[in-house]
């Protein structure tokens, strides 16, 4: 493949500023997550052809009990999937609505690039930096094990922060628009992830992130 592609074995450590993708790859050597950065996977076209679709997704900010109250998700999402392939998110049962064209497309460019199996994506919009996603992993019973997830971003730039589960060790690195960002197992076994606030940034960002659930985990439609 002639894509500017590295193993991320490192990061930015956290603080880092953002670098453009040659000096970030120099110095992603050493922080040991499963992780593979893909910088301008996507070109413009295929960037424009999923931003345009993506104005029509029903994106919705679902509550949450967060210590006993109930908050709004700082971000809108939605769930496309096969058949009977919900998941929860968030705490919340979200039920698999059918795949619009070029989400699904882009999962079958992923399925030829790295034969990559995903089944659903959960499609995050966060409208500028005030909106974000809290330190998690996603490992829900429901995915399937040694499954890879698949990260896309498109529009705002943001940094991306992962923790190591034991050593508590944090590395941040920038993500942009047509990036691809692949989460190899077992690195939610052994890693959070987070989408920090950015106050700066005034764009919006959609994220992608293909997986594979087990379909009918929660029971057949
Ligand atoms: O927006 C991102 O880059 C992260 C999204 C994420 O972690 C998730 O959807 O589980
Ligand atoms: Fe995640």
Request: proline share 4%.
């Amino acid at each position: 493949m002639k894509q500017n592609s590295l193993r991320l074995d490192g990061a930015d450590k956290l603080g880092g500023e953002s670098h453009d993708s040659q000096e970030q790859s120099a110095r992603v050597g050493s922080c040991g997550a499963p992780l593979t950065l893909i910088s301008r996977y996507l070109n413009v076209d295929q960037q424009q052809a999923l931003l345009k679709e993506a104005v029509k997704y029903p994106f919705e900010s679902p509550e949450i009990e967060v210590y006993g109250k109930r908050h709004k998700i700082p971000r809108s999402q939605a769930w496309f999937a096969d058949i009977n392939c919900d998941t929860f998110y968030s705490g919340l049962l979200v039920k698999a609505l059918p795949w619009p064209k070029y989400a699904d497309k882009l999962r079958a460019k992923l399925t030829r690039d790295f034969n990559l199996l995903s089944n659903g994506v959960l499609v995050n919009r966060y409208a500028d930096g005030t909106e974000s996603m809290g330190w998690h992993s996603d490992n829900e019973p429901e995915f399937a094990a040694g499954s890879d997830i698949a990260s896309i971003t498109l529009g705002a730039s943001r940094d991306f922060v992962i923790r190591n589960k034991l050593t508590h060790e944090k590395f941040s690195f920038t993500l942009k628009s047509g990036d691809l960002l692949l989460m190899h197992w077992p690195m939610q076994e052994g890693w959070e992830h987070a989408l920090p606030k950015r106050m700066k940034v005034t764009e919006a960002r959609i994220n992608y992130t293909f997986r594979q659930v087990t379909a009918n985990y929660f029971g057949s439609n």
